[in-house]
Nanobody
Framework: QVQLVESGGGLVQAGGSLRLSCATSGRTFSNYAMGWFRQAPGKEREFVAAINWSGGTTSYADSVKGRFTISRDNAKNTVYLQMNSLKPEDTAVYYC???????????????WGQGTQVTVSS
């Protein structure tokens, strides 16, 4: 089992920045690819970003490319999502996920956190 706990969400004005963290425990963190997803009210959950076990490969949704950066620190068992130039449409609950890279990107990861709310005001 892998336990995931997100933090760092909050209220920010448009154009501002936030950094989300996802701390993991349980099985070896470096064995897993990690990802971030988000779900806005009334909408389906959508992929945001993913990173492979070493951090050498990353992928992003088109809507966040150039604004968000995913990174990981295997020594701290933590994955991060740096969010810059935030827009009101980024408002959502953000979830981290862990599994193989393919299943994470497909949104079919076996392990998920409880989510952290991000609200961007206009």
């Amino acid at each position: 089992q892998v336990q995931l706990v997100e933090s760092g969400g909050g209220l920010v004005q448009a154009g501002g920045s936030l950094r989300l963290s996802c701390a993991t425990s349980g099985r070896t963190f470096s064995n897993y690819a990690m990802g971030w997803f988000r779900q806005a009210p009334g909408k389906e959950r959508e992929f945001v970003a993913a990173i492979n076990w070493s951090g050498g490969t990353t992928s992003y949704a088109d809507s966040v490319k150039g604004r968000f950066t995913i990174s990981r620190d295997n020594a701290k068992n933590t994955v991060y999502l740096q969010m810059n130039s935030l827009k009101p449409e980024d408002t959502a609950v953000y979830y981290c996920a862990a599994d193989t890279h393919r299943t994470v990107v497909a949104g079919k990861a076996n392990y998920w956190g409880q989510g952290t709310q991000v609200t961007v005001s206009s």
